[in-house]
């Protein structure tokens, strides 16, 4: 502001002497013209008037006289002095030979104007050229010299040297559009360009540069290099004479011999051409250098003076703080861009949250795991957002402690997801703290969902780990005891056997039970091989055409025999066989297929007490065969469904002790899968239970023995059947066992519709599923029976209560069949009430 407001004073008072001047020398030239009427202005007699001599040749402001070609025929000392020209040299010139080139066309319209009279006074600052070529400006002020007969014939022109004035002009013009560039300016080769193109208009900024400093690298970066000379953009500061500025902390004014002299005391070390002139200032910001700028000259050891470097200083403070605040923000651009690319792109889920608990800001994640786009997200609660009520108060004690404890909280937890559902995250809550406290929190939700159930799978492996321990101890005990059993009868009777005074029939009793514990001694390392072959996938399957009509014969015929050893006459055996005296076939391994048939009857047969022991087989709509075993005994325990196909796992009863080594159902198991099918149980704690086993191949048949008077054949055409079953599978197997008859079945799924359909069509009889959802069948009967007292209703399920019998004829059913449906035993039932005429 200083060195504006001088420049201002410095041009006013000049202003006013220039004026001064010029009208005075007016008024002394009008005053020689009255004297020299009828001479020639230039006639040799005008050197004789002393005063006009002595006004023109003294006169403190250049003038010149030019004629009509533009030839400068008279000049005094000033305007030699401003050209530095020669007389001779001067006389040779034409007004336009001082013109630049830029201008020519406008000081020919000028000399135009005035010799045409278009103009009789003109005033203007110009540039024009001195003989070192330097541009010079001109406060002009230019009048007509007219003949006597009022003609133009000359031009006067008086010129004052404005130079300075003007330049001071442009300073302040370039120092304003400079400052105007430092406040408005977001990137630094921009800023720098600025400052050179107005900077261009006061020095010459041919070779001018500014270059950022690296103190950590010690290196100097130029983001805009206005070289001829030199090509480089980053080189280190060692050595050089902008890193000698950069040490020094101060201003540099060398010539040619001073950075000579610099190399030799090896100060600097240049490479190339020495300029003639360099001039370098430090740029300080907040007392460290921030960089350097520059201006030199190859061509002059004048090009540069104290002013200039005067000016540069000026300006360096601003250019300091301008470059400071650009590389601050050019480095806050490339952390946002930097902290935007993680945020955006983090593998974890997260949220910004202000300190009101509502969304600032999510990244892709959060929306992929949540399932919340941003434009759902911004502006909501988070709580509200992804927590249920019953995490809504965690999650505001979780803000209140990041609050108070001002540092990372981390809870692994639940959040709820745009569909409704519940995800496993963990949660990190960070505050986000400036100045005045903490102004947001950065929340990091990861989901563990995965590493949750690996947790639980741990766990339970673990205590897998530890009941196979448990059960490992318990099956070598197990053994043990098996082992000793028959191991000690066989031990024992041979010592009897072997005893003279054991008579023969003694020695036949003995024998027998020798063998049949051999039998069980067998039978117990057989299942021992097995499970190590099956364990070890080494066991081999022999598959072949196996009749399965005989093969379920004998196994009925064999257990049947097996009941009456065991002392359990009293429990009734039955076989179930859909396809009746057909004889079927399927494709089986036929030793492993009766094997797993034996253990299932064998535990059935152990673990039962009394009622009934079915097995058999039904087909499906696939023509699959399902086959089963079930039993009255005492059931399965529900926390043992799931493990009872498990190595050494037996149903203990505190009531009895049950012989086993817990294999046999992992041996039936391995097996079944060996085939190709899947095994499954269903059973009711002191009811039974019901195993089911596949095995990938269908039932063939061949042939009808016509010599079974048990096999039927029923003709129900025109007769329409009611079934109530939910199950797609057991409704196959009642289809199936029905489709030889011709009858019309209806299926319903529960017993809201079998009563809508018994009250809105005619039905001959009802086969209803007592287990079904909306309305069981017990009460769907009951409803049925309000309105039609007459149609049969014929009851299923899965289970024989005692009390269960009784239960289905009071609410009204006719009769009672258990699943799995036996189809002979279905058919019978049905046609006994076709044949009384209901």
Same mark, same amino acid.
């Given at each position: ?209 500014? =270059? *950022? ?5 010690? /290196?100097?970066? %130029?983001?805009?290099?206005? $070289?001829?000379? !030199?090509? &480089? ?115 974890? =889920? *997260? ?5 009101? /608990?509502?969304? %600032?800001?999510?990244?892709? $994640?959060?929306? !992929?795991? &949540? ?468």
């Amino acid at each position: 502001m200083i060195y504006e407001r001088m420049l201002n004073e410095k041009v006013m008072k000049s202003k006013k002497q220039l004026k001064a001047e010029i009208e005075k020398l007016h008024d002394e030239i009008a005053s020689l013209k009255n004297q020299s009427v009828n001479k020639p202005i230039l006639d040799t007699n005008l050197n004789s008037h002393d005063l006009f001599y002595s006004i023109f040749e003294e006169a403190g402001i250049g003038m010149a006289i030019i004629n009509k070609d533009a030839n400068i025929v008279r000049f005094n000392k000033s305007f030699k002095s401003l050209f530095d020209y020669s007389n001779n040299e001067l006389l040779a010139k034409t007004y336009f030979d001082l013109i630049p080139d830029n201008k020519i066309d406008k000081a020919h319209q000028f000399i135009e104007s005035m010799f045409s009279a278009k103009l009789n006074k003109y005033e203007a600052e110009q540039p024009y050229i001195k003989s070192d070529g330097t541009i010079i400006w001109l406060k002009l002020t230019a009048s007509l010299i007219k003949n006597s007969d009022g003609e133009p014939e000359y031009i006067l022109g008086m010129g004052e040297d404005v130079t300075e004035l003007k330049k001071a002009e442009i300073i302040k013009d370039a120092v304003y559009n400079i400052s105007n560039a430092v406040s408005n300016s977001y990137n630094l080769s921009e800023l720098i360009e600025s400052i050179k193109d107005n900077l261009s208009k006061i020095i010459d900024s041919e070779h001018f540069f500014i =270059a *950022i400093y690296n103190e950590i690298e010690d /290196s100097l970066s %130029i983001p805009y290099l206005a $070289e001829n000379k !030199e090509n &480089f953009k980053t080189f280190t500061a060692k050595n050089t004479l902008p890193g000698y500025v950069i040490q020094e902390k101060k201003s540099l004014f060398l010539n040619q011999q001073e950075i000579s002299n610099l190399q030799e005391n090896k100060k600097i070390d240049i490479q190339g051409e020495v300029c003639k002139q360099w001039l370098g200032i430090p740029l300080i910001n907040q007392e460290k250098c921030v960089g350097v700028l520059s201006v030199k000259s190859f061509e002059s050891e004048t090009a540069f003076s104290y002013n200039d470097l005067t000016i540069l200083e000026i300006l360096s403070n601003q250019i300091s703080d301008a470059i400071q605040k650009i590389r601050t923000e050019e480095a806050l651009k490339v952390e946002r861009a930097y902290f935007k690319e993680l945020f955006d792109n983090s593998p974890e =889920a *997260i949220a910004i949250v202000d300190n009101s /608990s509502k969304i %600032i800001n999510i990244n892709n $994640e959060f929306t !992929e795991l &949540f399932g919340y786009s941003k434009n759902e997200a911004i502006n909501q609660s988070i709580e509200d957002l992804i927590s249920t009520p019953a995490y809504k108060d965690e999650a505001h004690n979780l803000t209140t402690e990041i609050a108070v404890r001002k540092k990372t909280v981390k809870i692994d937890t639940k959040r709820r997801k745009k569909d409704g559902s519940m995800v496993e995250v963990s949660l990190w809550g960070t505050p986000i703290i400036l100045d005045k406290g903490q102004i947001a929190v950065y929340a990091i939700f990861r989901d563990i969902t995965e590493r949750i159930e690996a947790k639980k799978k741990l766990e339970e492996a673990k205590d897998k780990a530890e009941e196979s321990d448990r059960l490992k101890t318990s099956f070598l005990t197990n053994m043990s005891h098996e082992i000793r059993t028959p191991m000690n009868a066989i031990v024992g009777f041979s010592e009897l056997i072997a005893e003279p005074t054991t008579d023969q029939e003694s020695r036949k009793e003995f024998a027998e039970q020798i063998y049949n514990s051999s039998k069980m001694l067998l039978k117990l390392i057989d299942d021992i091989i097995d499970i190590s072959q099956l364990d070890s996938a080494n066991l081999e399957l022999n598959i072949k055409k196996t009749n399965l009509s005989k093969l379920l014969s004998d196994i009925f015929t064999k257990f049947s025999k097996e009941k009456i050893k065991e002392n359990k006459d009293n429990i009734e055996l039955l076989l179930h066989n859909p396809f009746g005296d057909l004889t079927t076939y399927i494709e089986t391994d036929e030793f492993r297929f009766k094997q797993i048939f034996y253990n299932l009857i064998n535990n059935a047969l152990k673990y039962t007490e009394q009622g009934f022991i079915e097995f058999g087989f039904d087909v499906n709509h696939n023509d699959e065969p399902i086959f089963y075993v079930r039993d009255t005994g005492i059931g399965i325990p529900a926390d043992k469904i799931n493990s009872i196909f498990q190595h050494f796992t037996k149903i203990e009863d505190r009531r009895k002790l049950y012989r086993g080594t817990g294999i046999g159902l992992t041996i039936t198991k391995k097996l079944v899968s060996l085939l190709g099918g899947e095994i499954w149980v269903e059973s009711n704690l002191g009811i039974g239970s019901i195993f089911y086993f596949t095995i990938s191949e269908k039932v063939s048949f061949v042939k009808l023995k016509n010599s079974s008077l048990d096999n039927k054949i029923y003709n129900w055409a025109g007769k329409k059947i009611l079934v109530a079953e939910d199950d797609d599978t057991n409704y196959q197997v009642i289809k199936a066992s029905l489709s030889r008859t011709h009858a019309n079945l209806v299926r319903v799924h529960n017993g809201e519709k079998a009563v809508d359909e018994c009250l809105s069509n005619a039905f001959d009889l009802i086969i209803m599923d007592i287990k079904m959802p909306n309305l069981d069948g017990i009460e769907a009967t009951k409803k049925i029976r309000f309105k039609n007292r007459n149609i049969p209703i014929i009851a299923q399920t899965a289970f024989f209560l005692k009390n269960e019998r009784d239960t289905c004829i009071d609410a009204g059913c006719n009769d009672y069949i258990p699943k799995p449906v036996n189809s002979r035993k279905l058919l019978e039932t049905i046609n006994k009430y076709f044949i009384n005429g209901n």
